[in-house]
């Protein structure tokens, strides 16, 4: 040991330091002990004091004088390094030999010059690539991050963020856009494990997640965390199904939602030099450039349309319409209102309104159907092949069958439902016509014609109602009203006739007005006799020219087909004479000649009767009746079985008194004096009531006057034989 003048110690040799060991040969050059578990040297300048020490098997150096997480950390049994920790060796073994830890933000800066690299190297040897196996390194120079396995670059970041694997460009931003930031040369493999089937890549947002999947047996599929369905996939097929596993054609497009405003597919075209924003689909039944069975379906300027393409060459917006659906109007058809600026219309068919032009609200499907166009009418109806086809500013209309209201300009609330209906109405309004050729020759208004042929052939005024296959098909009169089958069928000119019944006045009337018919083939016969009225099944069917009769009753007839004032009420039943009233059957009727003596006559001939004998009833019977002055009672005094009974009715039938007989009293009389024949003197009704008919009495007065002429005989001739 030397010490010399300036207070230098040497060891194993002279000092060129305060303290200079010099051990030669030997390797260790000095030994620091402690015998406490914690041994250490200080270092010292004028303002900061270090250490260098050791405890419990690690080795430190820094500003804390034992082990401390501020302290480099060496652990002397396996040479782990730890900065800012002091057990390294608890973290990960295959990452535990140098560990950089704090309780903040933590990193480790690698600096180079502004035309160097930064790097860290992945090795497993020393020569050749092994030192550089791995590498991560970062081109200060290009301001990009590159990463290499296998000795070689692998990925590349650059200076923008975009990402190049397996390619060391990524290429300039004009050819892949700010908004790529992924170039991969070769291609993307995701492969799965042996056996598996379930390759996928996935990404999440704020949405959720969404998945990419690669399948043998699906194909490729799209998923997201709301559904357990695919929302795309394409099978190995080929076939693609959006919102569905299984697409059953080339595209299957499904929908689970609820909503009725669920769109299927969108297409759109937002790009527009011309304020056009057209979008399309086309259809081709062939491939070729000049095949003429193209079709396209789109969008164009508000308007849903469909076209016919000559050419694949043909602009879609250049095509022949074949429908047009815009926000108002619905076109169909072959230049169907192809010159059409109105709203709400709606035409289909080949030249349905071809030349409509403003017309609002109307409804017109047909081949030709108003093919002159309605310009000003509005709220029209019009269906059926050439239909309507005149209607120019009628309004209002419902023309429905081929050719119907065909001739039709002005009119206004016409209803013609049937081919050739109202087929000459021009101007004319408010009628209404139903069934084949219905009204086919009228041209007046206020019409009502229903059934086939109904009003055929005739043209009439106004005013008329037929309703029945042929009902007035000749009719030129007016205001007539002809129910059924052929009713009023060869009527011309008559007026004001009522005829209901299939045939009723079908056969003959021309020029008889003010008649009614109701009845089968009822006045069928009819000609010129006006003011005649029949119900019933025939009834006045062999009248032609008579006046003012009435006929009621299945087959109830006239006398003659001229007959005049003939009233007949009864089946079957034919009257005799003129000016008179006939009641009853074939079998038996009354007659009352109201122009001679208005008395009522019944048939009382002998060689209609068998088993006469003389009647006893008379003036014992007569004698024993008692004639009453009364009053009716009130509804609610009636018994209450009694149909006419009602409790709340309590005023009198009538107020006026009356004269007559008491029906129990005369049946008492009957029962006293066992008379066994007596007509209609006393009847008794089903629900018990009793009943009189007082004209039956007439004959016991015949019998009471007989018998007291009788008397009075007697007596004269007492008289004269006493006087005598």
Same mark, same amino acid.
């Given at each position: 040991m030397t010490l010399d003048t300036s207070g230098n110690v040497g060891i194993g040799g002279s000092p060129g330091a305060p303290l200079d060991v010099n051990s030669g040969t030997t390797n260790t050059m000095a030994h620091f002990h402690s015998t406490d578990d914690n041994g250490f040297i200080e270092l010292k300048d004028d303002n900061t004091t270090a250490y260098i020490g050791v405890q419990d098997d690690y080795m430190y150096i820094g500003g804390v004088a034992s082990l401390n997480a501020q302290n480099l950390v060496i652990n002397d049994g396996n040479g782990n390094v730890g900065i800012g920790t002091t057990a390294p060796g608890d973290y990960n073994s295959h990452a535990e030999n140098l560990v950089v830890a704090s309780?903040?933000?933590?990193?480790?800066?690698?600096?180079?010059?502004?035309?160097?690299?930064?790097?860290?190297?992945?090795?497993?040897?020393?020569?050749?690539?092994?030192?550089?196996?791995?590498?991560?390194?970062?081109?200060?120079?290009?301001?990009?991050?590159?990463?290499?396995?296998?000795?070689?670059?692998?990925?590349?970041?650059?200076?923008?963020?975009?990402?190049?694997?397996?390619?060391?460009?990524?290429?300039?931003?004009?050819?892949?856009?700010?908004?790529?930031?992924?170039?991969?040369?070769?291609?993307?493999?995701?492969g799965s494990a042996a056996g598996a089937d379930n390759s996928f890549l996935q990404y999440t947002d704020i949405g959720g997640l969404t998945v990419l999947q690669g399948s043998g047996n699906y194909g490729f599929r799209v998923f997201d965390d709301n559904s357990s369905t695919p929302r795309f996939q394409v099978n190995r097929s080929g076939k693609v199904g959006i919102g569905t596993a299984s697409p059953s054609e080339p595209l299957t497009i499904r929908s689970s939602s609820e909503n009725v405003d669920t769109v299927l597919i969108n297409i759109g075209n937002d790009v527009h030099a011309t304020n056009t924003k057209d979008a399309w689909?086309?259809?081709?039944?062939?491939?070729?450039?000049?095949?003429?069975?193209?079709?396209?379906?789109?969008?164009?300027?508000?308007?849903?349309?469909?076209?016919?393409?000559?050419?694949?060459?043909?602009?879609?917006?250049?095509?022949?319409?074949?429908?047009?659906? &815009?926000?108002? +109007? $619905?076109? %169909? /058809?072959?230049? !169907? =209102?192809? #010159?059409? @600026?109105?709203?709400?219309?709606?035409?289909?068919?080949?030249?349905?309104?071809?030349?409509?032009?403003?017309?609002?609200?109307?409804?017109?499907?047909?081949?030709?159907?108003?093919?002159?166009?309605?310009?000003? &009418?509005?709220? +029209? $109806?019009? %269906? /059926?092949?050439? !239909? =309507?086809? #005149?209607? @120019?500013?009628?309004?209002?209309?419902?023309?429905?069958?081929v050719e119907a209201g065909r001739n039709i300009t002005e009119g206004t609330r016409n209803v013609c439902l049937g081919a050739d209906t109202g087929a000459t109405l021009n101007t004319a309004s408010e009628n209404v016509f139903i069934g084949n050729v219905a009204g086919a020759a009228t041209t007046s208004g206020g019409n009502v014609a229903i059934g086939s042929q109904?009003?055929?052939?005739?043209?009439?005024?106004?005013?008329?109602?037929?309703?029945?296959?042929?009902?007035?098909?000749?009719?030129?009169?007016?205001?007539?009203?002809?129910?059924?089958?052929?009713?009023?069928?060869?009527?011309?000119?008559?007026?004001?006739?009522?005829?209901?019944?299939?045939?009723?006045?079908?056969?003959?009337?021309?020029?008889?007005?003010?008649?009614?018919?109701?009845?089968?083939?009822?006045?069928?016969?009819?000609?010129?006799?006006?003011?005649?009225?029949?119900?019933?099944?025939?009834?006045?069917?062999?009248?032609?020219?008579?006046?003012?009769?009435?006929?009621?009753?299945?087959?109830?007839?006239?006398?003659?087909?001229?007959?005049?004032?003939?009233?007949?009420?009864?089946?079957?039943?034919?009257?005799?004479?003129?000016?008179?009233?006939?009641?009853?059957?074939?079998?038996?009727?009354?007659?009352?000649?109201?122009?001679?003596?208005?008395?009522?006559?019944?048939?009382?001939?002998?060689?209609?009767?068998?088993?006469?004998?003389?009647?006893?009833?008379?003036?014992?019977?007569?004698?024993?009746?008692?004639?009453?002055i009364f009053n009716w009672k009130s509804p609610s005094e009636l018994p209450e079985e009694w149909q006419e009974y009602d409790a709340d009715d309590t005023t009198p039938i009538t107020p006026n008194k009356k004269i007559g007989l008491i029906a129990q009293e005369v049946k008492e009389v009957i029962d006293e004096l066992g008379i066994t024949h007596y007509d209609s003197t006393w009847g008794e009704r089903e629900n018990g009531q009793q009943e009189l008919a007082l004209t039956a009495y007439i004959v016991p007065l015949i019998k009471a006057i007989q018998e007291l002429s009788a008397k009075n005989d007697a007596l004269e001739a007492r008289i004269a034989t006493l006087e005598g």
């Open positions: 309780s903040g933000n933590t990193g480790i800066t690698i600096a180079a010059g502004t035309s160097s690299d930064s790097t860290l190297m992945f090795a497993d040897g020393t020569g050749g690539t092994a030192g550089y196996r791995g590498r991560v390194s970062y081109d200060h120079n290009g301001d990009y991050m590159y990463f290499h396995t296998g000795a070689a670059e692998r990925m590349r970041i650059d200076t923008d963020g975009r990402l190049a694997i397996g390619n060391t460009s990524t290429a300039a931003d004009a050819d892949i856009g700010d908004s790529v930031k992924l170039v991969v040369g070769g291609g993307v493999v995701v689909i086309r259809f081709e039944a062939s491939i070729g450039g000049s095949a003429d069975q193209s079709y396209a379906i789109g969008a164009s300027n508000d308007t849903f349309r469909i076209v016919r393409l000559g050419t694949r060459a043909t602009a879609p917006h250049s095509g022949t319409q074949v429908m047009e659906i &815009g926000t108002q +109007n $619905v076109l %169909i /058809g072959n230049s !169907a =209102g192809e #010159d059409y @600026t109105g709203s709400t219309g709606v035409y289909i068919g080949t030249n349905a309104g071809v030349q409509a032009t403003s017309a609002a609200k109307n409804v017109v499907i047909g081949d030709n159907a108003n093919s002159l166009g309605v310009t000003t &009418g509005a709220n +029209n $109806v019009v %269906i /059926g092949f050439e !239909a =309507g086809d #005149d209607l @120019t500013s009628g309004w209002s209309n419902m023309l429905i069958g109904c009003f055929e052939s005739g043209n009439f005024t106004s005013g008329n109602v037929g309703v029945g296959w042929s009902a007035g098909e000749d009719c030129t009169g007016t205001r007539n009203t002809l129910i059924g089958a052929e009713a009023g069928r060869q009527m011309t000119s008559s007026d004001d006739c009522t005829a209901i019944g299939h045939n009723s006045m079908g056969e003959g009337i021309t020029t008889g007005n003010l008649n009614t018919a109701v009845g089968r083939s009822s006045l069928k016969l009819l000609t010129s006799g006006g003011q005649n009225c029949a119900l019933g099944n025939l009834a006045g069917n062999i009248l032609t020219t008579g006046n003012y009769n009435i006929f009621i009753g299945n087959d109830s007839r006239p006398s003659s087909n001229s007959a005049s004032a003939q009233i007949v009420i009864g089946a079957n039943l034919t009257g005799t004479a003129n000016n008179a009233v006939f009641i009853g059957t074939s079998a038996g009727h009354s007659r009352n000649d109201f122009l001679d003596d208005a008395n009522w006559d019944d048939v009382s001939d002998v060689r209609k009767k068998t088993n006469i004998e003389d009647s006893t009833l008379g003036l014992q019977f007569l004698n024993k009746l008692r004639p009453v």
